[in-house]
């Protein structure tokens, strides 16, 4: 059995980078993109609403797995060569922005209709009426499922490691291959999954319980 | 050859205006003509159709039929009509509808900034004056959720003048008030008739009608039933339907 030295760690640092990273790509570009299926989905018109919709079903109807894999041999196929994360990144941000929009359409939906009246009888555009009356309020709903969707979104990154990329697990994948410790490595791997997810966690709860005092 | 008599030209008017709900017949043929200054009180039970006719005016609600006009402008499916009436007509409801993530000054400063591009410095002078108005200024700080119903509903009326509309809406202003609240509401929307502004009210409050109306009108089933000046409403009701109500509504005073 070979030994967990510094340099065992180092590499899961490495690997904890990209997954640091990843989350952070398919957080923000789902989190942008996401933003438009939640508009589409509670727009007016009844196409985008029913495109949004599909979208959704889509996204969150199949395993991220199998996202990543079309996505990453998909975009290969039409020829086009990309680098592994490239490809990652995409498949997260499509994945992520489903979830965040769905998330976020409730959100947008919670907010009474009268807030909505009251901006239109002042006049306030569409633009205006989204991002100074209901989006602000529609996220900060939405913000307790939002941190436990970003949770499975970072454990969800470890699944980039079937596509030959290192993140975290894929790092602890190798360094218990090359020292024979799979309990050792895993459980150090474990242990920084969980030092991520847990504050985050408990943040979500927090603001939740927060915002139902506020209600009351 | 326009005369005199052109200050009599009406600020807002409808003409043989319907609107259903699906199958539901909400208005019926209202014809309704409105002078500027005018102080219009609408009532009748509810479902008559008062509230629906006011949101036809700043076209919360869409129309089947008739027409629409305020300050010349005909109400049309287009964006333009719309913004243009939207921004002459202010509009008060009944549950307030304050922005609650914004203090009371931000809530009477966005609308003038974003429709009208003011500054935000000439929005918080227009918006302090208007706060004074309503006496509420020294609230300006704080969140709709930290003042009482009264004031929120004061705090609405100001927001609403800050755009400085030519007419205002009242949607049932003080239905949704503790009683001790609807005096300060009440008193508010007296001083502004006294001022001179066009208003037209949804109330089920008699002594505002009686006090402030220039004409009461009464609706039910989505028709108009009867419009008199409030003397003679209230003391001479001509329909069965009103008396009905007026019966109703009185011996609850």
Not at chain 1, 181 to 195: D, E, Q
Request: net charge positive; hydrophobic share 45%; charged share 20%.
């Amino acid at each position: 059995m070979g030994v967990i030295g510094q340099n065992e760690l180092l590499f899961l640092l490495q690997g904890l980078k990209w997954t640091l990273l990843l989350s952070a790509i398919g957080f923000i570009g789902g989190g942008l993109f996401g933003l438009i299926i939640a508009l589409a989905r509670t727009s007016a018109h009844s196409a985008l609403r029913k495109s949004a919709a599909g979208y959704i079903s889509v996204f969150q109807g199949t395993p991220l797995l199998m996202q990543l894999f079309v996505v990453y041999y998909g975009i290969a196929l039409l020829g086009v060569s990309i680098e592994a994360w490239v490809a990652v990144a995409i498949a997260f941000t499509l994945h992520a922005s489903a979830f965040l929009g769905e998330i976020w359409r409730g959100g947008i939906q919670a907010i009474p209709k009268g807030q909505s009246e009251a901006a239109n009888a002042l006049g306030l555009h569409y633009v205006s009426r989204m991002k100074d009356v209901v989006l602000p309020q529609a996220l900060k709903v939405s913000l307790p499922a939002t941190v436990g969707f970003l949770v499975q979104l970072i454990k969800g990154t470890s699944l980039a490691a079937i596509v030959g990329f290192i993140e975290l697990a894929r790092a602890g994948q190798i360094v218990s291959n090359q020292t024979y410790r799979p309990l050792l490595v895993f459980g150090i791997v474990g242990a920084i999954y969980f030092v991520i997810c847990w504050p985050l966690s408990l943040y979500g709860a927090q603001l939740e319980k927060r915002m139902a005092k506020a209600a009351r | 050859m326009p005369h005199a008599a052109d200050t009599q030209s009406p600020l807002l008017s409808m003409e043989a205006v319907d609107k259903w709900y699906g199958a539901f017949h909400a208005l019926k043929n209202i014809n309704l003509t409105v002078r500027k200054g005018e102080k219009i009180v609408l009532c009748g039970p509810s479902g008559s159709g008062k509230s629906t006719l006011i949101r036809c005016i700043n076209a919360l609600e869409k129309i089947e039929k008739g027409t629409i006009m305020v300050e010349g402008t005909k109400l049309d499916d287009s964006g333009k009509s719309i913004d243009a009436v939207r921004r002459e007509v202010g509009m008060v409801f009944q549950s307030f509808n304050l922005f609650p993530h914004m203090t009371i000054l931000e809530n009477c400063t966005l609308a003038p900034m974003r429709v009208r591009g003011t500054s935000k410095a000439d929005a918080e002078k227009i918006a302090r004056k208007y706060l004074e108005r309503v006496r509420i200024l020294d609230q300006a700080d704080k969140f709709p959720a930290q003042l009482s119903g009264g004031q929120q509903q004061r705090v609405a009326i100001a927001r609403a003048l800050c755009m400085e509309p030519k007419a205002m809406l009242f949607d049932e202003p003080t239905s949704a008030l503790d009683p001790e609240m609807v005096k300060e509401v009440l008193d508010t929307m007296i001083g502004l008739a006294r001022d001179g502004m066009t208003m037209i009210c949804v109330t089920h409050e008699m002594g505002f009608a009686r006090q402030v109306a220039d004409r009461v009108i009464f609706m039910a089933s989505g028709e108009i039933i009867e419009e008199a000046p409030p003397e003679t409403f209230f003391r001479n009701p001509s329909h069965p339907r009103t008396q009905a109500f007026l019966g109703e509504i009185l011996a609850h005073h």
